[in-house]
C-alpha cells in the first residue's frame, strides 16, 4: 500500500481488533508498513487470517469475541506468545444494528403502515449496539492495557461523526459512539501517570460493506440519505480508506503526536464543521 508518509514503529507490538474488515485491515496493513508487529483480531477468524496473510510475517490473525472475556484474554496471550506484549491497542470492533434502526427520520403523527418508527426498536438491538461499541472497547482495554501500565502504550479507539452529530434513524449507535468519545478522555486522564495515551478517529462518511445498502440503491445509483450527506459535506464526497491512514499514523508515533491525549480527531471532509447556511 501507499503510505502518506513513513513513521518509525519498529517497537510496536499491535493488536487491532475488528481487522476482518474494510477499515481495520487496511489500518493493520499500514501499521505492518511501518515496522509494526501486528495481530489482527476478529471474532470472523477467516476473514481476519486472509489479511493477515496478505500483511506477510509480521502479522498474524487471532480470533477473539470483544464481548466475551476470556477469549480477549486467550487473545492477549496468543499475541504475546508470537510477539511479546501488546503496546498499541486499536479498537476498531464496533458497528450498528438493524434492530435499532428507523425507518423514518423524524416522528410524524401519521406514519404510513408498516413503518418501523422509534417505538418499533428493540431493547435487544440498543443493547447490543452498544456492547458492539463500548462494552467490547471497555473489556478489550481492561485486558491488553493492563502490560502497557508498566511499561506505557498507545490506545487508538474509533468513535464517528455520530458522536459529534446524531443521525437520524440510528439513536444507538449515536449514543454508542458519543460514549466512545467520552471514553477516549475518561482513559486519556486516568492512564495518564502510566505514559499511556488515549486518543480516537472520528471518520465521516466512508462506503463499507456495512453501510452500502444505506448509501446506494440496488442498481448503483445514489440514495436520497447519500444526497444529504454529500449536501452537508463541504469536499462534497464520501471518504477513502486512505484518508485516515495519516492520521493513524500520527497518532499512533510517540515522536510525532507524544503529547497528545484525550483527543478525538474528525477525519470527515468538513462535515462536524459546516452549519448548512
Given amino acids: 500500500?501507499?503510505?502518506?508518509?513513513?513513521?518509525?514503529?519498529?517497537?510496536?507490538?499491535?493488536?487491532?481488533?475488528?481487522?476482518?474488515?474494510?477499515?481495520?485491515?487496511?489500518?493493520?496493513?499500514?501499521?505492518?508498513?511501518?515496522?509494526?508487529?501486528?495481530?489482527?483480531?476478529?471474532?470472523?477468524?477467516?476473514?481476519?487470517?486472509?489479511?493477515?496473510?496478505?500483511?506477510?510475517?509480521?502479522?498474524?490473525?487471532?480470533?477473539?469475541?470483544?464481548?466475551?472475556?476470556?477469549?480477549?484474554?486467550?487473545?492477549?496471550?496468543?499475541?504475546?506468545?508470537?510477539?511479546?506484549?501488546?503496546?498499541?491497542l486499536i479498537n476498531g470492533a464496533g458497528g450498528n444494528n438493524g434492530r435499532a434502526t428507523c425507518d423514518n427520520e423524524t416522528m410524524l403523527p401519521d406514519l404510513p403502515e408498516g413503518t418501523k418508527s422509534f417505538f418499533d426498536l428493540e431493547e435487544a438491538g440498543l443493547k447490543f449496539v452498544f456492547d458492539l461499541n463500548i462494552t467490547s472497547a471497555f473489556l478489550v482495554t481492561q485486558v491488553f492495557a493492563e502490560d502497557m501500565v508498566k511499561t506505557g502504550g498507545n490506545i487508538i479507539n474509533i468513535s464517528s461523526m455520530n458522536a459529534f452529530r446524531p443521525l437520524t434513524k440510528i439513536p444507538a449507535y449515536s449514543a454508542a459512539k458519543a460514549g466512545i468519545s467520552n471514553f477516549t478522555q475518561w482513559l486519556a486522564v486516568h492512564f495518564a501517570p502510566c505514559g499511556i495515551r488515549c486518543n480516537a478517529i472520528a471518520p465521516g462518511f466512508f462506503s463499507t460493506n456495512q453501510n452500502a445498502?444505506?448509501?446506494?440503491?440496488?442498481?448503483?445509483?445514489?440514495?436520497?440519505?447519500?444526497?444529504?450527506?454529500?449536501?452537508?459535506?463541504?469536499?462534497?464526497?464520501?471518504?477513502?480508506?486512505?484518508?485516515?491512514?495519516?492520521?493513524?499514523?500520527?497518532?499512533?508515533?510517540?515522536?510525532?503526536?507524544?503529547?497528545?491525549?484525550?483527543?478525538?480527531?474528525?477525519?470527515?471532509?468538513?462535515?462536524?464543521?459546516?452549519?448548512g447556511v
Wanted: hydrophobic share 50%; charged share 20%; aromatic share 8%.
Fill in 1 to 88: 500500500m501507499k503510505l502518506p508518509f513513513q513513521v518509525d514503529l519498529s517497537k510496536a507490538v499491535a493488536a487491532v481488533t475488528g481487522a476482518g474488515g474494510v477499515l481495520m485491515s487496511e489500518f493493520a496493513r499500514a501499521l505492518a508498513a511501518c515496522g509494526a508487529k501486528v495481530a489482527l483480531l476478529d471474532i470472523n477468524f477467516d476473514a481476519a487470517k486472509k489479511f493477515a496473510d496478505e500483511i506477510g510475517d509480521n502479522a498474524i490473525a487471532v480470533k477473539c469475541n470483544c464481548l466475551d472475556k476470556e477469549s480477549i484474554k486467550e487473545a492477549c496471550k496468543t499475541v504475546k506468545e508470537a510477539f511479546g506484549p501488546v503496546n498499541l
Fill in 213 to 275: 445498502a444505506l448509501l446506494f440503491n440496488p442498481d448503483g445509483t445514489p440514495t436520497a440519505r447519500t444526497g444529504k450527506i454529500l449536501a452537508a459535506t463541504p469536499m462534497k464526497r464520501f471518504g477513502e480508506t486512505s484518508d485516515l491512514i495519516g492520521t493513524l499514523l500520527w497518532l499512533a508515533s510517540d515522536e510525532a503526536s507524544g503529547f497528545v491525549t484525550g483527543s478525538v480527531i474528525a477525519v470527515d471532509g468538513g462535515f462536524a464543521a459546516y452549519s
